[in-house]
Nanobody, 120 residues
Framework: QVQLVESGGGLVQAGGSLRLSCLVSGEASAVQNINIMAWYRRAPGKQREVVSSTNSGGSTTYVDAVKGRFSVSTDLAKNSVYLQMDKLLPEDTAVYYC???????????WGQGTQVTVSS
């Protein structure tokens, strides 16, 4: 099993920045079998959408709405994945979730989510 714990959400004014963290832990073999790490968000009244997706080769794709403003980084020593969010907009307000996928094990893991609120 893999556990994901997000942190770093909060209230920020438009134009500000936040950095979300996702701590990955669990059974070593399960963690090592993760192929994709992603960030999702669910805004009020909207469906959940993928924000970013990083494959095992380190390549990251972003949804158009955040390109140029958000960036993903990892710290293997800390078993953590980060979502740096700059130039935040009110429409970025959402609960942000960390997601991990193991294709070989056909497993998907989710964190509990962290609230990001951007005031205008």
């Amino acid at each position: 099993q893999v556990q994901l714990v997000e942190s770093g959400g909060g209230l920020v004014q438009a134009g500000g920045s936040l950095r979300l963290s996702c701590l990955v832990s669990g059974e070593a073999s399960a963690v090592q079998n993760i192929n994709i790490m992603a960030w999702y968000r669910r805004a009020p009244g909207k469906q959940r959408e993928v924000v970013s997706s990083t494959n095992s080769g380190g390549s990251t794709t972003y949804v158009d709405a955040v390109k140029g403003r958000f960036s993903v980084s990892t710290d293997l020593a800390k078993n953590s994945v980060y979502l740096q969010m700059d130039k935040l907009l009110p429409e970025d307000t959402a609960v942000y979730y960390c997601n991990a996928v193991s294709l070989s094990r056909n497993k998907e893991y989710w964190g509990q989510g962290t609230q990001v609120t951007v005031s205008s």
